[in-house]
């Protein structure tokens, strides 16, 4: 029984000039190979690369109701994919059916950022003592038409709880993070804190709101994925300009996902284009929104099928990208996928070690 469909039609470039012992050893554009296997409890979501220490950084997201719910861990992997080790979360909410973690970011010191959902904070991660502290906390604030005046409140027409989705670094320090169900994208004060509601709209209305994010490679501009549509707007990708004062600007559509696509997180080529996970394959999307290519779902000879791929960091020319499998919660697809790029990524910004206190995990 064939346990996927393979989808024809995925973009591959030869060299004509290379004799055939060459073309043996290169690789074809936009090739998937397995990076790592993910143990248990599997459901990778987040992954963040440090090159400079030659570690891979992969969290996941059980989300499960089980009688027994297994924490979240965060594993360490090395650049050819053999597992250094890893850490448990602690202070989760395992009876929160939609416990985990989710996007991944780095400092300049090699510490992890990583979006918790029960509770709603960003947890500080030291790899080199295996220390975790809560850097920021992410509350849940009443709808603007019950706010009174207050801007620290929620386009969103009802009442709902905070979400934490992906954190990412701006050349101030600061953080920002979008809530999936808010309706809203917060920013984290330079050193941690409790976040504030930076920008809310009802166009981010949705039941999968903002989602993946990243600072441009211009560190001018906030881009995130709208994960599914809402009444005011379709899934795509989105920009936000952050202003010389720390305030946003207008929000602007960069790119309207197809009909029926799931997104979730992505990264930046050197090139600027933009590497997006898509239901169940990848779409490039070029810095005007043009589509450049589209990886499907398995290629002859792919060992695991992209499934609800998640998340999205660059290695040398190489997009490793989080299998999920959310939906299908099959164990065979709880993987690190390696999508030979062709391209270098851009650096993603990361500040200094910040210097201002965080609560102590428990």
């Known amino acids: 029984m064939i346990r996927r469909i393979a989808i024809p039609?995925?973009?591959?470039?030869?060299?004509?000039?290379?004799?055939?012992?060459?073309?043996?050893?290169?690789?074809?554009?936009?090739?998937?190979?397995?990076?790592a296997r993910v143990p248990a409890p599997g459901l990778p979501e987040g992954i963040a690369v440090d090159r400079q220490r030659h570690r891979v950084y992969v969290g996941t997201s059980p989300k499960d109701p089980g009688p027994n719910p297994p924490p979240s861990k965060v594993f360490a992997f090395s650049t050819h994919g053999k597992l250094k080790d890893q850490w448990t979360i602690r202070g989760q909410d395992l009876s929160n059916p939609s416990?985990?973690?989710?996007?991944?970011?780095?400092?300049?010191?090699?510490?992890?950022?990583?979006?918790?959902?029960?509770?709603?904070r960003v947890i500080r991660l030291n790899p080199q003592t295996g220390r975790q502290v809560t850097y920021a906390r992410l509350p849940d604030v009443p709808p603007c038409v019950a706010a009174l005046g207050s801007e620290q409140c929620s386009a969103a027409p009802d009442d709902r709880a905070p979400f934490p989705n992906y954190p990412t670094f701006a050349p101030d320090g600061a953080m920002y993070?979008?809530?999936?169900?808010?309706?809203?994208?917060?920013?984290?004060?330079?050193?941690?804190?409790?976040?504030?509601?930076?920008?809310s709209d009802p166009s981010l209305d949705s039941v999968f709101g903002p989602d993946g994010a990243q600072v441009t490679p211009d560190r001018r501009t906030l881009m995130f994925a709208m994960a599914t549509p809402g009444p005011l707007a379709p899934a795509g990708l989105y920009t936000i300009r952050i202003l010389p004062d720390g305030s946003a600007g207008k929000l602007k559509p960069l790119w309207q996902a197809p009909f029926g696509e799931f997104l979730d997180g992505f990264a930046f080529g050197r090139s600027g284009k933009i590497y997006e996970t898509l239901n169940n394959g990848l779409v490039i999307v070029s810095p005007e929104g043009e589509v450049v290519a589209n990886v499907p779902m398995q290629q002859p000879g792919q060992a695991v099928p992209f499934d609800a791929p998640a998340n999205v960091a660059?290695?040398?020319?190489?997009?490793?990208?989080?299998?999920?499998?959310?939906?299908?919660?099959?164990?065979?697809d709880y993987a690190v996928l390696d999508l030979f790029a062709g391209e270098r990524g851009a650096r993603p910004f990361r500040p200094a070690e910040p210097h201002a206190p965080a609560v102590e995990g428990r």
Do not use: M
């Open 177 to 199: 993070v979008t809530d999936t169900t808010q309706a809203l994208i917060w920013r984290v004060p330079p050193g941690g804190g409790t976040a504030s509601v930076w920008f």
């Open 9 to 35: 039609g995925v973009v591959a470039v030869f060299c004509a000039l290379a004799g055939p012992a060459t073309a043996a050893r290169v690789r074809e554009p936009l090739t998937v190979r397995l990076f």
């Open 99 to 120: 416990y985990g973690l989710y996007g991944i970011s780095l400092d300049r010191d090699g510490r992890l950022y990583i979006a918790d959902f029960a509770p709603p």
């Open 314 to 332: 660059f290695l040398g020319k190489r997009a490793l990208v989080t299998n999920h499998a959310w939906i299908t919660r099959d164990a065979r």
